[in-house]
């Protein structure tokens, strides 16, 4: 339903774009983290919390905050208004929920590992990413990682994944070579 109510929602709004961007901007809307995030607005882990009984406090409270959890438990609420309602009643909803974050895919950039790629292989070139450094215990890593194009450093990010931190060197990379993005227009 989800991903069926944001193809059909991009379609219908941004008709002459191309259908390769509009499966990036849906892939992002529709992502886990998008999804935790649209949970996390609608208090989903507070109603976790109300129905779970047997569960340790601690370890119930850590599960409420999950991200694999919230966007589970927020996929599981939109199949079960479609079981009840149908889809004409859902895919309304499951679109204001997202519409930010619709927004924000038009607009901004929201892969950047891929969109550094395609530019970089418009002029014959690759980029490779390092890890240049790995922190902390198993449970609280925070990485380190560069973008090397031609042998050369151009971007350095960090995060708290190996591809978080690789997210954040190619956005350097892509600011660091002045590569334009360039966002739908309504």
Known sequence: MLE??????LYDRYPEASEGRLAKIRAHV???HSCAGVAKELDLGRYLL?????VPDAELERISRSRNVLAALLEAA???VYLEYGFEV????????FDERIEFARTGRVDHKTE????????????????????GPSHD???VCAAVIAGAQVGLGKGTTKKAAEQEAAL?????????HDPIRP
């Open 78 to 80: 939109i199949a079960a």
């Open 30 to 32: 529709v992502s886990r």
């Open 4 to 9: 069926l109510a944001i193809a059909r929602a």
């Open 90 to 97: 859902v895919e309304p909803a499951i679109v204001d929920a």
């Open 141 to 143: 890593r925070r990485f």
């Open 172 to 180: 350097q990379a892509l600011e660091a070579l002045g590569i334009a």
């Open 50 to 54: 109300a129905l779970a009984q047997d």
């Open 116 to 135: 550094l790629q395609e530019a970089l292989a418009r002029s014959g070139n690759q980029v490779q990413y390092t890890v240049l450094e790995i922190e």
